[in-house]
Structures are given as C-alpha cells and as structure tokens.
C-alpha cells in the first residue's frame, strides 16, 4: 500500500506565499506523475498542477506565473510553491500521485488567503 500525506497548509495573507509539502510512503516500485489539485468551498475539485517523472510541469491557467510545482524523486516527495496568494487560491489542495500503476490521493491540506 502507498499513503500520500501533504502539509504545509495555513493562513496567509493576500498577496503572500505558502509551500506545500506531498510525501509519498509505503512499498513503491514506481512513480510516474505527480500532481496538485484543489477543492473550494461549494466547488468541484481542480486541477492545479502537475509534474511527469521527466519533471516536466504542466499548469492550469490560473496559477500560471504564481505556483511552482517540483519533485524529489529520491524522496518520493513532490511540492508546490504557491506565490502572490490571492482569496480565490483558498480551498482544500490534495495531492495526488501515480505509483505502482495506481493513483495515490492524500487527505488534503487548508490554505486560506485572508486579512
């Protein structure tokens, strides 16, 4: 079995910054892409980000320019750097990673933007 467990989220304020942490453990052969997605209050869950095992990274349009998405491969650990915050960024981020032939969710991680 693999676990998927994020961390990094809290409370920043508008126009900060935030990295998120994706750790993944357990018997893993393998891991192909590894991605971010987000759910919003009252929203379905989105895509965020994503990055292939070639690290390269794929955005959706609105975190272009502002999140950052990396991966250690060695640590089976993928991140998203998340800057100039804004109030529409808050939502539950969940990570998601494909091992073993299998996609791997995480529990989710709270960012909030707020003054």
């Known amino acids: 079995q693999v676990h998927v467990v994020e961390s990094g989220g809290g409370l920043v304020q508008p126009g900060g910054s935030l990295r998120l942490s994706c750790a993944a453990t357990g018997i893993i052969v393998s891991i192909n892409s590894m991605a971010w997605y987000r759910q919003a209050p009252g929203k379905e869950r989105e895509f965020v980000a994503t990055i292939s095992s070639s690290l390269w990274p794929t955005y959706a349009d609105s975190v272009k320019g502002r999140f950052t998405i990396s991966r250690d491969n060695a640590q089976n650990t993928v991140y998203l750097q998340m800057n100039s915050l804004s109030p529409d960024d808050t939502a539950v981020y969940y990570c998601?990673?494909?091992?073993?032939?299998?996609?791997?969710w995480g529990q989710g991680t709270q960012v909030t933007v707020s003054s």
């Open positions: 998601t990673i494909q091992a073993n032939s299998n996609n791997f």
